[in-house]
């Protein structure tokens, strides 16, 4: 009797002794938890999922910022935008130039509605997009960023995506030849088929880049969005995906942030966001004629580090 009383003792006392040595990780992981559901359970102040809001039967593509001030939620105190002020017309190509943390990729942000401007209006053929249905809204505007985004699927997935999933094989193939990319892609063994890995792995940085100008263009988007698309390319690859850019972009509305010269220099109007506005605005000669500008100052300090 004796003995069983002192073995359940000794047993109870190991037992507080290891939930006591897990109690910091049941404590982190409780908090880790509450963090991860309090970010589930968050609702978006712009519903993704919303249909309501109108939807335009003809677009030409003529995109208008007025007045915009903004500021990121996580950073309410500094303003990104005060009054910026900007107009592109339909079919044409505007370049946002500027420095590091200017605001220039914020200006795609907002013009795809993933955030809302703290004020001033933001309007697509002279319609607020605001009354526009979310979902209808970005089908028209083909994002292409500096790191695409591919999926574990194939080639074939991973360009149909751009309209959904639902894009027919002419789509595809259009799409693909059109963006440079259907020429590597029929070099593949499997073709269309051919696996991409996880963060498109298995392909090159340029080939990468020409499946998601593919995947943007799929669904024949109004607007088109190219932030920082050749940045992280080397020179081969930079020119075969400039070469597909060059191609997508006629007769469509473009909306191109970047630093290399050689993607901006030919824009129909090339902007400089500085302070949180429009310093200067006009073609590449124009701006480089200006003495002690700052666009001037900005291809200098580019050909500098270039050479």
């Given amino acids: 009797s004796v003995f069983r009383v002192f073995f359940a003792l000794t047993m109870a006392a190991v037992a507080i002794s290891l939930s006591s040595s897990m109690s910091p990780d049941s404590s982190k992981a409780s908090n ?13 102040k712009i519903d993704p999922s919303d249909e309501s809001g109108r939807v335009l039967v003809n677009v030409k593509g003529d995109i208008e910022l007025r007045h915009i001030s903004f500021k990121y939620p996580s950073r309410p105190d500094v303003h990104i935008f005060q009054d910026l002020c900007l107009s592109i017309r339909a079919g044409k190509t505007i370049a946002l130039v500027g420095e ?4 220039k990729s914020t200006v795609i942000a907002l013009l795809q509605r993933f955030y809302d401007p703290d004020s001033g209006q933001i309007t697509l053929d002279g319609v607020e997009i605001k009354t526009l249905q979310l979902k209808w809204l970005r089908q028209q505007t083909g994002l292409v960023s500096q790191e695409p985004v591919l999926f574990n699927e194939t080639i074939r997935a991973n360009i149909a995506y751009g ?21 590597f892609i029929s070099g593949l063994q499997q073709g269309y088929e051919t696996m991409v890995g996880e963060r498109g792995v298995q392909l090159s940085g340029g080939q990468k880049q020409r499946v998601a100008i593919a995947r943007a263009i799929v669904k024949d988007p109004k607007v088109l969005l190219l932030d920082e698309a050749t940045s992280a390319l080397d020179a081969e690859s930079e020119r075969v995906v400039q070469d597909a850019l060059d191609q997508v972009m006629v007769n469509r509305t473009t909306v191109v942030v970047a630093h290399r010269l050689s993607t901006i220099k030919n824009a129909d109007v090339i902007a400089v966001v500085k302070n949180g506005v429009i310093v200067e605005k006009g073609k590449h000669d124009t701006l480089i004629s200006i003495k002690d500008g700052v666009y001037a100052s900005l291809v200098q300090l580019h050909l500098s580090a270039s050479t």
Avoid at 163 to 183: F, M, R
């Fill in 100 to 103: 590091s943390g200017s605001g």
């Fill in 163 to 183: 309209k959904g999933g639902d894009a027919s094989e002419t789509e595809i193939v259009s799409a693909a030849e059109l963006s440079n990319a259907h020429g």
């Fill in 32 to 44: 880790a938890a509450a963090s991860i559901f309090a970010v589930i359970d968050r609702e978006s």
